[in-house]
């Protein structure tokens, strides 16, 4: 029974991203955050509405409780992949949308029973996207997007500062060089008269010459 | 000489950000133990924990120049919320001397940037004459426009930047 359930998990877990692996993880961890809130709830829920909600995330509950009513087998499946489990999200930056789509629904769902569960490990991106990620599908591809386009103008932003950056660097260099040649030029220049006076000078000092005579 | 289009400070956003046009025409040497100050040079935090030299020019030593430092990226260059932060505040420069013969209203706050690439703007005003100016009370949110109108100090006679980013990594992600 056990298995077959955690199969199912993984099965619809893969349908939705490609790391089948980490969603019932941190699924679990998520759901062990609020453990009793949940038993309470998994009493209440009436599983027959839950199977035709047509959301994938929330297509998990049923398949857990429709496979463990009692409580205790449930809780022994959720321990078991806690303890391999430190982190569920990797923090990259770089993570395809398909990859986002992956930590939010697990947040989500934890999001619409029990609000007060947000604080994960999830890094900055799940939990931004479990801000726009409340009802599911169609408002995660907007705010998906909508992420991805202030991304791409921050990064645009940052990428102008950076060349400007470049630029001012450059052109103080070339007004260096510039200011500097001239100085080298006059300097030079200076020193060639200096020498051509000190040449001069040289010559007259050779001849000796009265240049003053007594009178007597 | 005017600044033109293609003057680093312009290029580099000081003027627009911090400043107005300006002409320069009082040399400004700054010096952070042998390395001198030229704009959009890096410098990383570790070697400007102390005051700068800073030597002026001119010519009358009756004439008196404030020294402005302010960093306009803060905390970050892509969110600047709290422009400009107040680093260092001299009045009463005599001309031809430097920051040592002047009034230190704000000391000196060694800049450690935590996140992005940060500019760090020198700016001298010349004074009308020797005038009491009134530390501003905090250093964030500090704007050196106002900050000159309000003392009669009209636009700029020299200015200098320089990045400056922190020693180690970047800082992580910004939220």
Known sequence: ?216 | MSVNNRDPLVVGGVIGDVLERFTRSIDLRVTYGQREVTNGLDIRPSQIINKPRVEIGGEDLRNFYTLVMVDPDVPSPSNPHLREYLHWLVTDIPATTGTNFGNEIVSYESPRPTSGIHRLVLVLFRQLGRQTVYEPGWRPQFNTREFAALYNLSLPVAAVYFNCQRDNGCGGRRT
């Open chain 1, 1 to 216: 029974m056990l298995s077959s359930a955690k199969h199912k998990i993984n099965h619809s877990a893969f349908s939705v991203s490609s790391s089948s692996s980490s969603l019932p993880h941190s699924y679990s961890q998520a759901k062990n955050m609020t453990q009793v809130t949940m038993e309470e709830v998994w009493k209440d829920i009436n599983l027959a509405s839950l199977h035709q909600h047509r959301q994938l995330n929330i297509d998990h509950e049923p398949v857990l409780s429709n496979q463990n009513p009692n409580n205790s087998i449930f809780k022994d499946f959720l321990k078991k992949p806690l303890n391999q489990e430190p982190q569920p999200l990797p923090p990259s930056s770089s993570s395809s949308t398909l990859h986002r789509s992956l930590p939010p629904p697990p947040p989500e769902t934890v999001l619409s029973l029990n609000p007060h569960s947000i604080n994960t490990h999830f890094d900055e991106s799940a939990r931004f996207g479990c801000f726009g990620m409340k009802r599911g599908g169609q408002e995660s591809d907007e705010s998906r997007g909508d992420r991805r386009h202030k991304r791409m103008i921050k990064n645009r932003e940052s990428a102008a500062r950076s060349r400007a950056r470049k630029q001012a660097y450059t052109n103080e260099l070339e007004l260096a060089i510039s200011h500097l040649q001239k100085e080298n030029a006059r300097l030079k220049r200076q020193e060639e008269q200096l020498k051509m006076a000190e040449a001069t000078q040289h010559q007259t000092k050779r001849k000796l010459q009265r240049s003053w005579t007594t009178p007597f």
